[in-house]
């Protein structure tokens, strides 16, 4: 099989990378990014793109399955204007040249409370996002809601210190469904919902995904 993925420097996609490069159902990664990566493997391909010219880089995206998880912080952005090119636009742009290529499975990491008619502006563009991607119609589509994610060596300051105030929480036995989502767990659970072999839709939230990881 041949994935393709788009937000492979982030933390969920080096741990994607990292699995998919040691699963031998797979004899082929290509990855979408801005910059090279620092991985010498034989079954990664690196395509360094420019994402604001999707023209010249469509005809690349095919392969089996698309695995799409890339995203920013408004403050990394710097404007909601930057972070909806990068949370939208760039992931709208992969999701249907994939399409295009006749790519036929594809693997959303999207958020929890995505709702199009959100009044919060983030959950309302990943909501907007999950519209414009059923409508490419997939034969196998999958989205992943999950809440607050455990990056490894994270400097989100905020969210380090909220991950740990859920996981106390959690040892309280409270929000026991919501509690920090590592990475590598998301990562998994993935590529589990890729080796499924029947074509439909699913919408995997919060805990569920750590069950779904464990398939």
């Known amino acids: 099989m041949k994935a393709l993925i ?5 933390a969920t996609g080096k741990d994607l990378v990292k699995l998919l490069l040691n699963d031998p159902e797979y004899s082929e990664v290509s990855v979408f990014v801005r910059k090279p990566l620092d991985i010498n493997n034989s079954k990664l391909t690196v395509n360094v793109v420019d994402f604001d010219a999707p023209e010249k880089w469509q005809k690349l995206a095919q392969g089996d399955v ?5 995203g920013t912080t408004l403050k990394a952005a710097g404007s909601k204007d930057a972070q909806w090119k990068v949370d939208f636009d ?3 742009n992969f999701a249907k040249a994939a399409h295009e290529n006749g790519v036929e499975d594809f693997v959303l990491v999207s958020a929890y409370g995505a709702n199009p008619r959100s009044k919060i502006f983030y959950s309302r563009m990943k909501g907007e996002l999950e519209e414009k991607i059923k409508a490419l119609e997939f034969p196998k589509l999958t989205f992943f809601q999950p809440g607050m994610l455990e990056r490894k060596d994270s400097d989100r300051t905020g969210e380090v210190l909220g991950a740990k105030v859920l996981k106390f929480a959690n040892s309280l036995g409270l929000f ?20 499924i072999k029947s074509k439909s839709f699913s919408e995997i939230k919060l805990g569920n995904i750590f069950s779904f990881a464990a398939k």
């Open 6 to 10: 788009i937000g492979a420097t982030g």
């Open 66 to 70: 698309a695995f799409s998880c890339l």
């Open 90 to 92: 760039y992931q709208y």
């Open 176 to 195: 026991k469904s919501q509690k920090p989502l590592p990475t590598h767990v998301l990562a998994q659970a993935m590529i589990n919902a890729a080796k």
